[in-house]
């Protein structure tokens, strides 16, 4: 048996974001475990419509920039939001997305939406990286009235960077909104204990809202933020084998099978570590995660 047992040589952990296609399977999972689309919808259906209030006023046309798209389901939520403050003005909706499985999943959702008829949308299959590299070797500066980057800021080389650019591109009344992590969610707790035994492979770091602030108060940026309570019930994740919460724990640590590569005493402390209250509660005999976000955003 020991023979056995000892030629299963453990495979060494990797980023999940090597495999993108299982970063999307939990990303799914998370989905459904989590508010955090339904949260999100909260804010851009009744606070959104306020924050962009004098940004598309007298315009005939209002330039919209997503960095990171997705699969577009907020996305449609932020165009929606617009069009009903700016009623029949022309949308201009142009997407950046690495993922081509994400960009094909944005555009059926697109094709089964009606109302869209006076929305334009482009997709870039690039990173935002890749996508100022571009507009900088084309010569190009288009002006935009709102640039968001809900959820991706995680996956930029040189955060300070990226931000600054992307402010550089907004119109005089525009804003610029991102919507990550909050420093005071269950995240933050894992990530700033355990952050330094996972494999990023430099593909992506843990950045929170508190990061964020630190950056713009640097670069003298003005900004507001706002809490997004939500959360994540991860019980799934304490029975062994289970295949949503190995699923769960692989998008927790944005780690490659986690569960199989970790070594023991990790999984050991990292399962440990999401039930306490630093990450989570107990609800009725559930494992409930704080899920919670802050929206920052920014004034030209």
């Given at each position: 048996?020991a023979?056995?047992?000892?030629?299963i040589?453990a495979?060494?952990?990797?980023?999940?974001?090597?495999?993108?296609?299982?970063?999307v399977?939990?990303?799914h999972?998370?989905?459904?475990?989590?508010?955090?689309?339904q949260?999100?919808?909260q804010?851009?259906?009744?606070?959104?419509?306020?924050?962009?209030?004098?940004?598309?006023s007298?315009?005939?046309?209002?330039?919209?920039?997503?960095?990171?798209?997705?699969a577009?389901?907020?996305?449609?939520?932020?165009?929606?939001?617009?069009?009903?403050?700016?009623p029949?003005?022309?949308i201009?909706?142009?997407?950046?997305?690495?993922?081509?499985?994400q960009?094909?999943?944005?555009?059926?959702?697109?094709?089964?939406?009606?109302?869209?008829?006076?929305?334009?949308?482009?997709?870039h299959?690039?990173?935002?990286?890749?996508?100022?590299?571009r507009?900088?070797?084309?010569k190009?500066?288009?002006?935009?009235?709102?640039?968001?980057?809900?959820?991706?800021?995680?996956?930029?080389k040189?955060i300070?960077?990226?931000?600054?650019?992307?402010?550089s591109?907004?119109?005089?009344?525009?804003?610029?909104?991102?919507?990550?992590?909050?420093?005071?969610?269950?995240?933050?707790?894992?990530?700033?204990?355990?952050?330094?035994?996972?494999?990023?492979?430099?593909?992506?770091?843990?950045?929170?809202s508190?990061?964020?602030k630190?950056?713009?108060?640097?670069?003298?940026?003005?900004?507001?933020?706002y809490?997004?309570?939500?959360?994540?019930?991860?019980?799934?994740?304490f029975?062994?084998?289970?295949?949503?919460?190995?699923?769960?724990?692989?998008?927790l640590t944005?780690?490659y099978?986690?569960?199989?590569?970790a070594?023991?005493?990790?999984?050991?402390?990292?399962?440990?570590e999401?039930?306490?209250?630093?990450?989570?509660?107990?609800?009725n005999?559930?494992?409930?995660?704080?899920?919670?976000?802050?929206?920052?955003?920014?004034e030209?």
């Amino acid at each position: 048996m020991a023979l056995a047992h000892g030629s299963i040589m453990a495979s060494p952990m990797r980023s999940l974001l090597t495999d993108l296609s299982r970063y999307v399977r939990c990303f799914h999972v998370f989905l459904a475990k989590s508010t955090e689309h339904q949260t999100m919808k909260q804010f851009v259906e009744q606070q959104l419509p306020g924050l962009l209030a004098s940004t598309g006023s007298g315009k005939s046309a209002f330039n919209i920039l997503s960095v990171g798209g997705g699969a577009g389901e907020i996305d449609l939520q932020i165009i929606s939001a617009v069009q009903a403050s700016y009623p029949g003005v022309a949308i201009n909706n142009e997407v950046i997305e690495p993922s081509a499985d994400q960009i094909l999943k944005y555009k059926e959702r697109v094709a089964a939406t009606s109302n869209l008829d006076n929305v334009k949308f482009t997709w870039h299959e690039e990173t935002a990286n890749e996508y100022e590299s571009r507009m900088k070797a084309e010569k190009k500066s288009q002006k935009w009235d709102f640039i968001h980057m809900i959820q991706m800021l995680y996956y930029v080389k040189d955060i300070p960077a990226i931000i600054r650019y992307f402010h550089s591109l907004l119109a005089a009344q525009a804003k610029l909104l991102i919507i990550l992590v909050s420093e005071t969610s269950g995240w933050e707790t894992l990530w700033r204990k355990y952050g330094s035994s996972f494999p990023t492979d430099d593909l992506c770091t843990y950045v929170s809202s508190a990061n964020i602030k630190g950056i713009l108060d640097s670069v003298g940026l003005k900004y507001k933020v706002y809490e997004l309570p939500s959360h994540m019930d991860i019980t799934c994740c304490f029975t062994e084998g289970d295949n949503d919460g190995e699923l769960l724990l692989d998008f927790l640590t944005e780690t490659y099978e986690f569960s199989k590569t970790a070594p023991p005493e990790l999984k050991h402390q990292v399962l440990e570590e999401l039930r306490k209250p630093g990450c989570s509660e107990n609800r009725n005999g559930k494992v409930i995660f704080n899920n919670s976000m802050s929206v920052i955003m920014i004034e030209p």
